[in-house]
């Protein structure tokens, strides 16, 4: 654990913690359904403890028909039965407190299930309707069978869906900007605000430390709901221009969320801010907006000294301006695994340690996608078990997002590896990922997850770990180099050749060194 005396005060205490992703389905099942839950994390609490975070972020445990695994929610103040209940959720949070890890949960305002009881409500009503009106209902162009619009979902197909009346004649168009099973709220409707903010309270009282918002960017739409331009429209990506996010009065939004969680001391709000340009993405990160913002930039960048020299220096820059906290991520369960995306086999393990080490030098905050410390792959699926819906919305075009998320090896040499009881888990999991099991990791000392643990602890406990910015060395081509405040180096190697560390000692590297260098594809820590 972090020492307060080195690092930052318990009211910021998310200012440099390490936390820990976890997609509940896949990290460990105490029931024998094949799926993960609650119940699993909490028996493996002492595991979390062992590697070294600071806080648990959930990714959706709430009530959901999963059509999207959880982020199409019909009921945002209760348990879905799939993870467990709310006496459950209680203990996790009590048990990790005394662990002294936090625990943060995803929040989804930007849509609802369409089988959340509003919805269901709006179906029922008419035209125009206060029951309409916590949605994006809208008439059709002409004669009203053409959508109100030409976006586009993020999951492929259009982002509109028309409804029949209680005749079965066909009548008005919703938005959902993702799945139809997640219909867009209505963010000017007084509604929409006040439930959410009963939501927040509601987890806050049970003691959670904080939220991920998903989607942070989204939620305010224009209210002209012009059509946009689809050249460089891509499943799965908005840019900048895109009208259907970042939108001027999603600052209001967040101010408002601001508002509930100032009532409560030491909590935090993470937004997912899928934004490119500095000033825009900073303007999330005011002192009265997000506490912190996703940044995705590390994550995007090859392996490349001046790619990622480049996303640093980005990332820097867009909380520079407004006092705010950098964020640093390699992976979560919407992105391709970085030992995958690094080239997979022994080069892309080796590349994902190096990045670790940077990762992990940098000033503030990191995020780890659970099974990046074993130093897993995406996994090859076959397509008759995938599942998510951007298979299907993209007509098989793309495979979606299904093999970050298969289920975590612990132990045993054959699948289902000690995931779950049952052979059949909610994705199969590879049989090779056998050497990669916690229970084989923990014997080996030079393991990806012994390497985590080290790492970790240094981090927390080295007192030149320090600083909230950075200053770059000369290197060589191909190569990077930058020094912490408060006196720590960090040099990487992303060509094919050992080179020449830096002055100082050697605090960590990622792969042995060769005759006192460098190797390739490799980091390192000095002081």
């Known amino acids: 654990m972090n020492d307060p005396t080195l690092h930052a005060p318990e009211e910021t205490w998310w200012k440099d913690a390490i936390?820990?992703?976890?997609?509940?389905?896949?990290?460990?099942?105490?029931?024998?359904?094949?799926?993960?839950?609650?119940?699993?994390?909490?028996?493996?609490?002492?595991y979390l403890e062992l590697l070294g975070v600071d806080a648990l972020w959930l990714s959706p445990v709430m009530r959901s028909p999963m059509a999207d695994h959880g982020y199409d929610v019909s009921d945002p103040r209760d348990i879905d039965p799939l993870f467990g209940d709310l006496a459950v959720m209680d203990a996790l949070i009590e048990e990790a407190h005394v662990r002294d890890i936090k625990v943060t949960m995803d929040v989804v305002p930007n849509h609802t299930s369409d089988q959340h009881p509003w919805f269901i409500a709006a179906l029922e009503s008419t035209p125009g309707s206060p029951e309409r009106a916590r949605y994006i209902f809208r008439d059709g162009k002409g004669d009203g069978s053409e959508p109100p619009n030409n976006w586009p979902s993020?999951?492929?197909?259009?982002?509109?869906?028309?409804?029949t009346d209680s005749d079965g004649r066909p009548e008005q168009w919703y938005l959902h900007i993702f799945a139809p099973e997640q219909p867009d709220l209505n963010w000017t409707n007084p509604e929409v605000a006040e439930d959410l903010a009963k939501t927040l309270r509601f987890w806050l009282d049970r003691g959670v430390d904080g939220f991920r918002i998903d989607v942070a960017h989204g939620m305010a739409k224009p209210a002209e709901l012009h059509d946009m331009n689809l050249e460089l429209n891509t499943l799965m990506k908005n840019d900048d221009d895109d009208p259907r996010f970042n939108n001027e009065g999603v600052h209001e939004i967040h101010r408002g969320i601001r508002k509930v969680m100032d009532e409560y001391p030491n909590k935090v709000t993470i937004g997912e801010i899928w934004v490119q340009d500095n000033e825009r993405f900073g303007d999330y990160l005011r002192p009265d907006e997000l506490h912190l913002g996703f940044n995705f930039r590390l994550a995007e960048a090859d392996f490349d000294a001046a790619t990622i020299r480049d996303a640093v220096t980005n990332s820097l820059a867009a909380v520079a301006r407004v006092d705010g906290t950098p964020t640093w991520t390699l992976s979560n369960h919407d992105i391709e695994r970085e030992v995958t995306r690094y080239g997979g086999g022994t080069r892309g393990t080796g590349r994902a340690r190096a990045m670790l080490l940077l990762e992990l030098a940098l000033p503030g905050t990191v995020f780890v996608y659970n099974g990046s410390e074993l130093g897993l792959p995406n996994a090859v699926l076959p397509d008759d078990v995938l599942q998510d819906p951007v298979w299907e919305r993209s007509g098989h075009a793309e495979r979606g997002r299904d093999g970050c998320r298969v289920p975590l090896p612990w132990e045993s040499p054959a699948p289902p590896f000690g995931f779950s009881t049952s052979p059949n888990t909610w994705l199969p999991i590879p049989p090779d990922w056998a050497p990669l099991t916690v229970e084989e990791q923990l014997e080996d000392v030079d393991s990806m997850l012994n390497f985590y643990r080290t790492a970790f602890e240094l981090r927390a406990l080295r007192p030149e770990f320090a600083g909230s910015g950075v200053d770059w060395y000369g290197s060589p081509p191909g190569c990077l180099a930058f020094r912490r405040q408060g006196g720590l180096i960090c040099a990487l190697n992303a060509t094919d050749a050992a080179i020449p560390l830096p002055p100082g000692e050697l605090l960590m590297s990622s792969a042995p060194l060769v005759d006192g260098q460098l190797p390739a594809d490799a980091a390192a820590w000095l002081v």
């Open 19 to 46: 936390f820990y992703q976890i997609y509940p389905r896949s990290f460990a099942d105490s029931n024998g359904d094949g799926v993960g839950d609650l119940g699993g994390i909490r028996e493996k609490l002492g």
């Open 154 to 163: 993020i999951f492929g197909g259009s982002a509109w869906t028309r409804v």
